[in-house]
Each structure stands twice: as structure tokens, then as C-alpha cells.
């Protein structure tokens, strides 16, 4: 059966999109000149997937990530680059100011640590911006162990990010063990590398880019109750 759920938080749990876009204006509004319209935020979403997935390819660094996916999208509209990074600090700290859950999703995580399934959070967001949006969000309250990337020394989908939350958490068989996410190259690569059950958070319907074996693959957080109770 499974004993413990391994969540990711951004885009999985917490709808990341308009959180993205409250923090880019709001840091717009005290770092940069001039108006960001939505073709401007639509095209750093995209900006800045290409630089999370290069992370999780190990082709860059999470520092890297954080100030590059800003310096080239400023040079594409001729803003300072050298803003990249004090807009970058303004940003992390407006992203804990909203909390959007997907439906079901925080009554879902309530309903499992009733059930007494051990969860904990997994993930490669920022300690400044995690710390303040689970708070927030009352999540770390529910959760019984949260793991960031940047503290546990490692990114998802390494293998090595997994062995820390594995040995921290007690001993569990990996056959016990699930995660849940929207990432194909974090959470569901992470998972198979890690030796775990898989399930993919795909609520758009998207098509599967990259190899990775998802187990299971759901639309709405709630099919996770179902799901565990398949073993």
C-alpha cells in the first residue's frame, strides 16, 4: 500500500499562474520603468520554463536559473539587463503574497493526513519563496516534512535529492511510496529515477514531451485519493 505521498507544490497543489503574474507586476511596479503587458508575461512564462527545464537537465545552476531567465527576458524588450538581479530578489518575496490552490487540492492533502498518509513537500522553488507560501497557504502545518531543493543541495530530478528525503523520512520501501506532479522532467524523471511510483498532475490534457514512465496521470488533485488506493 502507500504510506507516503511526495507532493511537488508549484503547479501541482498551488496554481502557479497567477501568482507568476501578480509577482511580475507588482516587481515591475518597483524595479522596473514602464507598463509589462500580457505578450510580455506570456513570453517570460515561456522564458522561464526553458530555464527550469534546463535545470532539471543539469545544464545549469539554480543561481543561474534565477537571474539569467530575467537578463534575457529585459534584453528581448530593452530593459537594463543589470535590473535582472535585484528584480529577481523583489520577485521571490511577491511570489509568497498570494496562495491559489486548484480545486480540491488543499481539502485532498486534509483528507489523506486524516487517513494517516505520511506527505511531505518536495521541491525546487526557492527557500524565500516556499517559506513564505506554505505558510500562508497552511501547508507546512499539514505537511510532516518539507524539502527544498536548494537546502537539500540537490535538484529534481536527481537521485540524490530523493536518497536525502529517504533517509530522513524513515524506512519506508520505495514500493510505499509515491509522487505527485506536473513536472515530466522534475517529478515524474525524478520519481523513476528514485525507484517510486509515479503520478502525473496534467489538468490541461497536455500531450507527454519527453520519456518518462507516469504510472498514473490525473486531472483533478482529488484522483489521488483513488489512485493510492489501487495498491
Known amino acids: 500500500m502507500i504510506k507516503v505521498i511526495l507532493w511537488d507544490i508549484d503547479g501541482t497543489l498551488l496554481d502557479f499562474r497567477p501568482v507568476e503574474r501578480h509577482a511580475l507586476l507588482s516587481s515591475f511596479e518597483k524595479i522596473c520603468p ?110 510532516d516534512g518539507i524539502y527544498i531543493s536548494e537546502v537539500a543541495g540537490y535538484d529534481k530530478p536527481d537521485k540524490r535529492f530523493f536518497q536525502k528525503v529517504f533517509q530522513e523520512i524513515g524506512n519506508y520501501d520505495k514500493g510505499e511510496i509515491i509522487i505527485v506532479g506536473d513536472s515530466l522532467t522534475g517529478d515524474m524523471r525524478g520519481g523513476n529515477n528514485a525507484g517510486i511510483h509515479t503520478c502525473w498532475f496534467n489538468p490541461q490534457g497536455l500531450e507527454k514531451h519527453v520519456t518518462v514512465v507516469t504510472e498514473h496521470e490525473i486531472k483533478s488533485i482529488d484522483e489521488v485519493l483513488s489512485v493510492i488506493q489501487k495498491y
Request: one cysteine or more; glycine letters at 6%.
Open 34 to 143: 514602464g507598463d509589462c503587458t500580457d505578450a510580455m508575461l506570456e513570453d517570460y512564462s515561456a522564458i522561464n520554463r526553458k530555464y527550469w527545464e534546463a535545470l532539471e537537465r543539469k545544464e545549469i545552476t539554480k543561481a543561474e536559473v534565477l537571474v539569467q531567465r530575467f537578463e534575457e527576458f529585459f534584453g528581448k524588450y530593452g530593459i537594463d539587463t543589470a535590473l535582472a538581479k535585484p528584480f529577481n530578489a523583489e520577485y521571490q518575496v511577491r511570489l509568497g503574497d498570494e496562495v491559489h490552490f486548484f480545486p480540491k487540492a488543499k481539502e485532498t492533502v486534509e483528507a489523506l493526513k486524516q487517513a494517516g498518509i505520511r506527505q511531505y513537500a518536495v521541491t525546487n522553488g526557492t527557500k524565500v519563496a516556499q517559506d513564505i507560501k506554505l505558510k500562508r497557504s497552511g501547508l507546512d502545518q499539514l505537511f
